[in-house]
């Protein structure tokens, strides 16, 4: 069964620090670009960074560039998103999904469940 799992959201104060992380089952990561997307309540859904398959080159929204780091290690099946200086403004269910397409990591193939990240004080 191909899945993909989210992990690492909670409940942070603003400048705080989260890591979140994706696991593949069922398929490997390797030939994928891989995204992180996120939805605010009343909000669309909107790409918030997206690493490459070959090359390890990454892309972010301007929103979180500075501050967001996405990477992979195709040994663990496994991309991370790390999360620093936190607003509130970056509160949303965050969903890692993969694409055959770079930079944007448009048109998913899979996606996550998602985890929920909030940032509040």
């Known amino acids: 069964q191909l899945q993909l799992v989210e992990s690492g959201g909670g409940l942070v104060q603003p400048g705080g620090s989260l890591r979140l992380s994706c696991a593949a089952s069922?398929?490997?990561?390797?030939?994928?670009?891989i995204g992180w997307f996120r939805q605010a309540p009343g909000k669309e859904r909107e790409g918030v960074s997206c690493?490459?398959?070959?090359?390890?080159?990454?892309y972010y929204a301007d929103s979180v560039k500075g501050r967001f780091t996405i990477s992979r290690d195709n040994a663990k099946n496994t991309v991370y998103l790390q999360l620093n200086s936190l607003k509130p403004e970056d509160t949303a269910v965050y969903y890692c999904?993969?694409?055959?397409?770079?930079?944007?990591?448009?048109?998913?193939?899979?996606w996550g469940q998602g985890t929920q990240v909030t940032v509040s004080s």
């Open positions: 999904a993969v694409s055959k397409l770079f930079p944007y990591c448009s048109s998913p193939d899979y």
């Open positions: 069922g398929f490997t990561l390797d030939y994928y670009a």
């Open positions: 690493i490459s398959s070959s090359d390890g080159s990454t």
